[in-house]
């Protein structure tokens, strides 16, 4: 069974950076997709950015690219959200997420982390 647990949220001013971490436990985290999805309050949940399971093709939503990147860590099996310049807007509930490879939807979900940008 995998299992996810984000990490390394909080509050950080406007044009700051914060690093999230999602730990992967279980089998086989070199055969998974990861995502980073965020939902603020009164929105709908949407993706941010993922990282194929190779590490060889990633994502991202359009209004961070340039300011985010993602990478993955197959020795310590965790994948990474690196948040630079961030902005109110970005304030939200992250969640991890992994799918099998080849496969559409995600399957396993992390518990959340909150990050807050004061502006």
């Known amino acids: 069974q995998v299992q996810l647990v984000e990490s390394g949220g909080g509050l950080v001013q406007a044009g700051g950076s914060l690093r999230l971490s999602c730990a992967f436990s279980?089998?086989?985290?070199?055969?998974?997709?990861m995502g980073w999805f965020r939902q603020a309050p009164g929105k709908e949940r949407e993706s941010v950015a993922a990282?194929?399971?190779?590490?060889?093709?990633?994502y991202f939503l359009d209004s961070v690219k340039g300011r985010f990147t993602i990478s993955r860590d197959g020795a310590k099996n965790t994948v990474y959200l690196q948040m630079n310049s961030l902005k109110s807007e970005d304030t939200a509930v992250y969640y991890c997420a992994a799918r099998l490879r080849q496969l559409t939807d995600y399957n396993y979900w992390g518990q959340g982390t909150q990050v807050t940008v004061s502006s």
């Open positions: 279980g089998r086989s985290f070199y055969l998974y997709d």
């Open positions: 990282i194929t399971w190779s590490g060889s093709s990633t």
